[in-house]
């Protein structure tokens, strides 16, 4: 619990680390607010392990304007996330992760994220994720891979957009998708992905934005050349330059102003990164 602020940037160069919130009962439930400073070059090597990620397990936390760049995280985990492994509520926002986002030989479902690797609820709201994420498990262990999150159980996405890869070993038994593996009674609004997936056959819960759906997709895109995939679970599909064009996104009502886009050259940008763009 608690309040804690960044300062300045932080290099985790040959730095031992521990993640942030261990379980359930050990979780990290106060504020972290970043700054729009970076924590850079952090290693996470484990063996088996529930939870893995700078924070391990939130429950009703705050975390904003936070980035995690050149992460590696590997484990033998069940819910594995570039930034959080599992989200219990409260709000993530304005942040991003870069690195790497791997698991293997999980024990039991592997739900592996780039930002996340589980939303049981809460709000991700304005984050991106460039990590590439994979998991490489035995055919017979379920899969949820996804670009921001590994699945999302309940809660909101919203204005959020992945540009890492999505990897599985397998299609058997596995749900992946550019931005969300497998979505439950959730919402996901104003997203887009254009990530790559593999493999690139359909397999049974594959899609270019979301693997499977029982919950709404509202007015979000995915790349189709860059997938290589024409379906998915929601959302809409969009080729590359349909994606740099802001009258593709059909829908966005952004009275906030938390997206810029610099026409036909670039793709949608939130406003927080300083890109150019109108």
Known sequence: NGVFCLENNIDMSGVEFNKIGFNLYEMFSGTFNGNGFVISNLTYITGREIYVGVFGYTSNATIINLGIENVDISANGHLVGGMIGAIDGGVLANCYSTGSVKTSLSPSNALVGGLV?????????????ACCVSANVDSE??????GIAGEQYSGRISNCYNTGSVNSSSATNTYRGGLVGNQGAAVIINCYSRGSIFPQDSGQFAGGLVGASTGDVINSYWDTEVSS????????????SQLKESSNYVGWNDPNQLWTINEGVDFPRLNWEGQPGI
């Open 117 to 129: 690797g589980y939303q049981i609820k809460g709000i991700i709201d304005a984050c991106y994720n």
């Open 141 to 146: 262990v379920p899969v949820r891979v996804g």
């Open 229 to 240: 995939f024409t379906i998915s679970a929601g959302g809409k599909g969009r080729t590359s």
